[in-house]
């Protein structure tokens, strides 16, 4: 049993993930700035605790998150909790650009940052980028905050796996797939019980020799 704590729980991705792992046995920290009566009825299972108040872009709430997860023997941080925002060249609106950077860039290396002297040797950190944060994939244009933060998101994650390789943890950077949440207003091409169950394999299968890797949930590997 591997303890799994998810920043970003109470909806969509993050709550699939929390429902299928705690269905497996695993214990699970479901993190999020506000629980939801979904997380709520996952949290009355065995296994399954919620930690609330935890916004990503706030640094005083993150830096809690250590004394919150004490005693919790780290077997793998995954940080789900994400905003897409509209942004084309016409308006880029740089004050959507500088959010999406601080909640997609900036949260997850808050989090990281925070837990490191945590996360033990054999521990897993598992990052959900997206494949629009690729620059060699992009043939469609657009989406300048989203793109560049996930881009953002892809560079800190490379620096975690090489800076955290020596202490036996492993990082992945997970592309979820184009998945049917809140995210994308319904739309896309899995359902989020297909995409956690991928998200999870590509977990249970990564290790330090693949640390660093920027993987599609159906094990594709993508390109920076
Ligand atoms: N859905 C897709 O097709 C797709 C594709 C590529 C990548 N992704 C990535 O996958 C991840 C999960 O996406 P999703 O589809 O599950 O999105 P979602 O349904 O919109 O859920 C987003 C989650 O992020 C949390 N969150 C947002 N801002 C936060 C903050 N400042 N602090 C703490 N939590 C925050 C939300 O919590 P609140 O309820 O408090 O807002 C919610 O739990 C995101 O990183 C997203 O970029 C998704």
Redesign the pocket.
């Known amino acids: 049993m591997t303890t799994h704590i998810l920043v ?7 709550l699939e993930l929390t429902r299928q792992l705690a269905e497996r046995g695993e214990q699970v920290v479901a993190v ?3 629980s939801s009566a979904a997380l709520d009825a996952l949290a009355d299972k065995p296994g399954v605790s919620v930690v609330t108040g ?4 706030d640094d005083a709430a993150v830096a809690g998150l250590p004394a919150a997860l004490a005693g919790e023997t780290i077997g793998v941080l995954w940080v ?5 925002r509209r942004s084309n060249l016409s308006q880029p609106d740089t004050a959507t650009c500088k959010q999406l950077f601080d ?2 860039a900036l ?1 997850p290396l808050r989090v990281v940052s925070a837990l490191r002297e945590q996360l033990p040797q054999g521990a897993k950190v598992a990052l ?1 980028t ?1 494949r629009m944060g690729s620059v060699g994939d992009n043939t469609s244009g657009g989406s300048y905050a989203y793109r560049m933060s996930k881009a953002a998101l892809n560079a800190a994650g490379k620096s975690m796996a090489m800076d955290l390789k020596d202490a036996g943890v492993a990082v992945a950077l997970l ?5 049917r ?4 207003g319904g739309n ?1 091409l899995v359902d989020v019980d297909e995409s956690a169950a991928g998200l999870v394999a590509r977990v249970d299968e990564l290790t330090l020799e693949s640390t660093g890797g920027f993987w599609h949930m159906n094990g594709e590997r993508l390109v920076w």
């Open positions: 970003g729980a109470n909806r969509g991705i993050g999020c700035r506000q935890i916004d990503t872009t789900v909790a994400g905003v897409l909640v997609n949260g959900l997206s592309h979820p797939g184009w998945v949440t809140d995210m994308t896309g």
